[in-house]
């Protein structure tokens, strides 16, 4: 091959590779579309109303749609046979019928009580009243996991996200979004599981994605709210609210979670930035 043909298939290679890098930065530019300066002079507003961040703010600024959950209910039978260790099938039939709200099932000092299709609290009287909390969150996840085998539940996808009241709670994380109301709450002893609270329902997807104010605008638009704090986590997810119909029903809509040094927490509309009230 003489020079020339070299050097022309050259030009055409770094020619290819220009396009595939140019591709590459706008992709993450769309993606991005937040300065640092931005994120900065951000901050400095925030500061001169008394809220300190010490925490990453998140770029994140895609289009987020409606979260849709699936009709399925986690699987009673295998919850039954894994936390009270017994078989579905010897549970009396008053028992078991219908599963009815407030249903509550006992055997040999353990008891679980079923609520609502999605959630259910189970206990052990068998164990000594001594609540430990020093178990590491990776510990008490990894002894529960057994204990959903089978259930329905996708315990690989709980991830902890705090400690209430001597409980470790873990949520659900799907895909990147933190999902609220999908929670685990857990009380261990020394000996094992004290007390286990789950709600969880199914998703099925998240459609018709619409533009989202980021968390930075979310920030420094409720300045009413967001003052004289120190913020120490921010987080996007879905959270139950109630939908302005007049009928007091509920949706999950997807908000920032702005969290607090106090511990408290305050959720903000994506859509619009309103804060979501959670009484």
């Given at each position: 091959?003489?020079?020339?043909?070299?050097?022309?298939?050259l030009?055409?290679?770094?020619?290819?590779?220009?396009?595939?890098?140019?591709g590459?930065?706008?992709?993450?530019?769309?993606?991005?579309?937040?300065?640092?300066?931005?994120?900065?002079?951000?901050?400095?507003?925030?500061?001169?109303?008394?809220?300190?961040?010490?925490?990453?703010?998140?770029?994140?600024?895609?289009?987020?749609?409606?979260?849709?959950?699936?009709?399925?209910?986690?699987?009673?039978?295998?919850?039954?046979?894994?936390?009270?260790?017994?078989?579905?099938?010897?549970?009396?039939?008053?028992?078991?019928?219908?599963?009815?709200?407030?249903?509550?099932?006992e055997?040999?000092?353990?008891e679980?009580?079923?609520?609502?299709?999605?959630?259910?609290?189970y206990?052990?009287?068998?164990?000594?009243?001594?609540?430990?909390?020093?178990k590491?969150?990776?510990?008490?996840?990894?002894?529960?996991?057994?204990?959903?085998k089978?259930?329905?539940?996708?315990?690989?996808?709980?991830?902890?996200?705090?400690?209430?009241?001597?409980?470790?709670v873990?949520?659900?994380?799907?895909?990147?979004?933190?999902?609220?109301?999908?929670?685990?709450?857990?009380?261990?002893?020394?000996?094992?599981?004290?007390?286990?609270e789950?709600?969880?329902?199914?998703?099925?997807?998240?459609i018709?994605?619409?533009?989202?104010?980021?968390?930075?605008?979310?920030?420094?638009?409720?300045h009413?709210?967001?003052?004289?704090?120190?913020?120490?986590?921010?987080?996007?997810?879905?959270?139950?609210?109630?939908?302005?119909?007049?009928?007091?029903?509920?949706?999950?809509?997807?908000?920032?979670?702005?969290?607090?040094?106090?511990?408290e927490?305050?959720?903000?509309?994506?859509?619009?930035?309103?804060?979501?009230?959670?009484?």
């Open positions: 091959m003489d020079w020339s043909k070299a050097k022309s298939i030009i055409i290679i770094f020619f290819i590779l220009n396009l595939f890098l140019a590459v930065i706008i992709k993450l530019a769309n993606q991005e579309g937040i300065s640092q300066d931005t994120i900065e002079n951000a901050k400095k507003a925030l500061l001169n109303r008394g809220v300190i961040v010490n925490s990453e703010i998140p770029l994140y600024n895609k289009k987020i749609g409606t979260l849709v959950y699936s009709d399925d209910n986690i699987n009673y039978e295998r919850i039954i046979k894994n936390f009270l260790e017994v078989d579905f099938l010897e549970i009396e039939e008053n028992s078991k019928e219908e599963y009815m709200p407030q249903e509550l099932i055997k040999d000092g353990k679980i009580i079923f609520q609502d299709g999605n959630k259910f609290i206990k052990n009287k068998n164990l000594s009243y001594i609540i430990s909390a020093d590491s969150s990776e510990e008490v996840l990894g002894n529960i996991k057994k204990l959903f089978g259930t329905g539940v996708p315990i690989s996808q709980f991830v902890f996200d705090k400690m209430e009241d001597g409980n470790y873990f949520r659900q994380k799907y895909n990147e979004f933190w999902i609220f109301e999908n929670y685990i709450s857990v009380r261990t002893s020394k000996e094992g599981v004290l007390h286990l789950c709600r969880y329902r199914r998703i099925e997807d998240i018709q994605g619409s533009d989202i104010l980021t968390a930075h605008q979310v920030l420094i638009k409720n009413d709210s967001i003052k004289d704090i120190e913020i120490v986590a921010i987080d996007l997810g879905f959270k139950e609210s109630v939908v302005q119909n007049g009928k007091g029903e509920l949706e999950d809509i997807p908000v920032w979670r702005i969290r607090t040094s106090q511990e927490e305050m959720f903000f509309r994506v859509y619009d930035g309103e804060k979501v009230n959670t009484q």
